[in-house]
């Protein structure tokens, strides 16, 4: 324990466990009503995959019903933004799920009538060629439920001959590196991919020490783990909030081999992009 | 090792960080857009303008205020602190008038603007002010200025630079764009201006808002359908550039 020159008070963190370990056991023994309040919290935690149509539970993960060469999952609103107007309007894309879900941070929202500013977490094919899927997540998934995610959507034993594309954004502040943030030329792209994802990236790799949060790295250490190809394209920006720049920061995306041939008119979804833009824009008074 | 020195304002971490004063800077990206150039015998800012909810009066969400006749400013950030340094700053002017007898210089009120700010990074309990500031005018000499300053209280002379959101994107496009040729009239400074803009604004012509100094005039807010005239001269600017492109490659 160390005390600071304003009087906080800084435990000293210790591998060995805390000295007052025999009395938290006392406390930490659980009574019925405990194990009740976790069960229902438990089930209010629980990740729900429906089927567009009736709205039911899948009996099985959404990758073993379907089958699957082409899988790329928007995680965060830009990611969205971007594959709402590049990909999703080059394309008919029929609405095969969504996933519901409750945590401390959001609530995801129904796809039928979904406002712009809500979370909700949506899975597509397409038409022409139902072996590619598209997934557009902009809830966040907490840690419990990453899991449950990945096992609803995946499976246990996933195939092994899908390609796996992830986009998501990070804030530039948590990208450690030598010079300083102000002269980082933001918004940047990073990619990481499993050892099994045998095609170039775009863009330069990610370095170390930096690492990859929460759902994206989820399912990327899941397709490491089954020996899936897949690959994160992480963009770095200052504006976490839906931005145009920030979106077209993901263009180098559309000349890979796991975008080639869905998108096809680039201007037409420029324009689409703006329009989104301009929908999406949150009043606040706090920032002029 | 961040979260250990970045509660009190007055505490350097150990490799010299103030960190409260860089996440002020960060609060500054928050804003919107604000572009200033320095032209020949006019200055001119150019802000991006704030979506305005449907029951709010327009005209109380300013991003370029007058400080005195002879030096205006725009400012990304903080709307209340922004409201509190201007304050200061207007009141400052006229003091500086009835005390010597002379409106302040350009340089001046930039510089008290930033002492004020520097104070705030070295006081106890309390917090930096989370704005950046561009502030344009005409001394009694005649040379047009463009100062900017930022939350640790530094302040700097610019020929043209950009704060807020993408400001980096604009400053680029400014360093590309910003030549002899291109401020050799007003009108071609003002144009400078709408461009660096719609590089990042996302709607265009309706939503940027322009004001500028001319040599020995008040300043003037331009309307929406004087912004919206540029707009479309640049525009067609533009196009007449692609077509000799297009020939020239034919």
């Known amino acids: 324990m160390a005390a600071t020159f304003f009087g906080e008070v800084v435990k000293a963190p210790c591998r060995a466990g805390t000295e007052d370990e025999e009395e938290e056991e006392e406390g930490r023994r659980e009574t019925p009503e405990d194990r009740e309040v976790r069960q229902q919290l438990a089930r209010k935690r629980e990740v729900r995959l429906l089927r567009r149509q009736t709205k ?32 999703m309007n080059s394309g008919v894309w029929e609405e095969v799920g969504c996933a519901k879900l409750w945590n401390e941070w959001c609530r995801t929202a129904d796809t039928t009538h979904l406002s712009s500013t809500e979370a909700f977490c949506g899975f597509y094919h397409l038409k022409s060629n139902p072996s590619v899927f598209l997934c557009q997540c902009s809830c966040y998934v907490a840690e419990d ?49 499993t050892q099994n994802f045998k095609d170039p990236a775009c863009c330069p790799l990610l370095e170390q020490p930096n690492i990859v949060h ?17 690959i994160l394209y992480l963009c770095y920006t200052d ?17 890979t081999r796991s975008l080639k041939g869905l998108v096809k008119n680039i201007p037409q979804s420029t324009e689409i992009l703006k329009k989104l833009m301009t929908t999406n824009e949150i009043q606040s008074n706090i920032y002029t | 090792m961040a979260s250990r020195y970045d509660r009190a304002i007055t505490v350097f971490s150990p490799d010299g960080h103030l960190f409260q004063v860089e996440y002020a800077q960060e609060a500054v990206k928050k804003g919107s857009t604000a572009v200033g150039i320095r032209g020949t015998n006019i200055v001119v800012l150019g802000v991006e303008k704030k979506s305005v909810a449907k029951l709010q009066d327009e005209r109380t969400v300013r991003k370029i205020c007058a400080l005195d006749d002879h030096v205006c400013m725009a400012f990304a950030g903080l709307t209340a602190d922004a409201r509190v340094v201007i304050n200061r700053a207007r009141v400052e002017c006229q003091s500086h008038k009835l005390t010597v007898e002379d409106p302040v ?58 704060i807020g ?3 980096k994107t ?80 034919v």
């Open chain 1, 145 to 193: 439920q990453q899991y449950q995610w990945l096992e609803k959507v995946f499976g246990s034993c996933p195939r092994k001959n899908m390609q796996i594309t992830i986009l998501t954004c990070r804030h530039v502040t948590d990208y450690k590196t030598l010079e300083s943030t102000g002269s980082l030329p933001s918004p940047f792209l990073k990619a990481l991919k």
């Open chain 2, 165 to 167: 959101r993408s400001a």
């Open chain 1, 239 to 255: 504006v976490m909030k839906l931005d145009l720049i920030t979106v077209e920061a993901f263009k180098p995306i559309l000349s």
């Open chain 1, 214 to 230: 929460d759902l994206p790295a989820a399912v990327l250490s899941y397709c490491q783990v089954w020996k899936i190809p897949a």
């Open chain 2, 105 to 162: 210089t350009v340089e001046y009120i930039t510089r008290f603007i930033a002492t004020l700010k520097q104070k705030y990074t070295q006081s106890n309990g309390r917090r930096p002010f989370g704005i950046s500031a561009l502030i344009v005018g005409f001394d009694d000499d005649g040379i047009p200025r463009l100062y900017q300053t930022d939350p640790s209280g530094t302040y700097h002379a610019w020929k043209a630079n950009a």
């Open chain 1, 56 to 87: 039911t539970s899948l009996e099985v993960s959404l990758l073993e019903k379907y089958p699957c060469s082409k899988f790329i999952i928007a995680i965060g609103n830009n990611a969205v933004a971007f594959l709402s107007s590049f990909v």
């Open chain 2, 170 to 249: 604009v400053r680029e496009f400014l360093e590309k764009n910003y030549t002899e040729d291109a401020i050799a009239s007003d009108n071609e400074a003002i144009k400078l201006a709408i461009k660096a803009l719609l590089e990042v604004v996302q709607s265009g012509g309706k939503n940027i808002e322009l004001a500028i100094i001319r040599r020995n005039q008040p300043l003037k807010m331009f309307s929406a359908k004087e912004v919206e005239l540029y707009v479309t001269e640049i525009e067609k600017e533009k196009e007449e550039a692609e077509k000799k492109k297009s020939k020239k490659s």
